[in-house]
């Protein structure tokens, strides 16, 4: 039986990175594929930390607003340096770049969000940009109805204009909308503008061998351990 708030929903939206595809292995993998003689896991680790933080400092008003592969770009340029690669040349360094729109899909993404995708308009809610998402989901098979990201609100997540936004464009009540996502401050900031929420179970989003806070949450609205879990829980065929 479905849960109660299948109702009410009327659209899921969707974090990407870490929920819908896996960004360590799939980055890692093509670090690891350049042969660049560093530790390639450390390397995308902290790439992924030095895009948090330049995110944070765009919302601060430290950076001028800038799409996530510019940002991206910029903290490679940096780690390269550090990690004592920076004989990368140009053209190499702007196909790794790239590498975060060629990340690959969890084992149960497409086939979750074919099923949900039957009841519910699913869309993006992601802090990459346009280009980025559109390639990923052209390349990954992603289903979305709609791509919605930080580029179409001018703000990256958790800013309240992004996750209000997504209930805007489809002229809904915040609780009409839910966001779904691996990331438990994601999900918060989404409840406190009235979005329902459903948390799932990545527990490889981050690399092997890295604990994650993994404890269940009750003020989320849904619990799931992957997509298809969630789908049974919505009542989806």
């Known amino acids: 039986m479905a849960h109660p708030i299948a109702a009410q929903l009327k659209v899921l939206a969707f974090d ?16 690891e594929a350049l042969r660049l003689g560093v530790d390639a896991g450390a390397f995308v680790s902290e790439w992924r930390a030095g895009y948090y933080a330049s995110m944070a400092r765009v919302r601060k008003g430290e950076l001028a607003w800038a799409r996530i592969d510019d940002l991206h ?37 497409v086939t979750g969000l074919s099923r949900l995708k039957s009841r519910f308009t699913i869309c993006t809610l ?9 390639n990923m989901a052209k390349r990954a098979g992603l289903p979305w109805d ?28 915040p609780e009409e909308t839910m966001l779904v996502a691996t990331h438990k401050a994601d999900l918060r900031g989404a409840l406190r503008c009235g979005l329902a929420t459903a948390y799932v179970e990545r527990p490889l989003e981050e690399g092997p061998g890295v604990q994650r806070e993994e404890s269940r949450d009750p003020a989320f609205t849904l619990h799931a351990t992957h997509f298809n879990d969630l789908a049974d829980q919505l009542g989806c065929p």
């Not at 340096?81 to 196909?95: H, M, P, S």
């Open 126 to 134: 992601s802090n990459g940009n346009l280009g980025l998402l559109a």
């Open 146 to 173: 709609l791509i919605l990201s930080a580029e179409v609100f001018g703000a990256f997540k958790p800013d309240p204009k992004a996750y209000l936004g997504v209930a805007d464009v489809f002229s809904l009540k």
């Open 16 to 31: 990407v990175f870490g929920t819908v595809v896996d960004w360590y292995g799939s980055v890692t993998r093509e670090v």
């Open 73 to 109: 770009r910029a903290e490679l340029d940096r780690l390269l340096d550090k990690f004592g690669a920076a004989r990368l040349d140009e053209a190499a360094r702007q196909q790794l770049n790239l590498a975060w729109h060629r990340l690959d899909p969890w084992p149960d993404t």
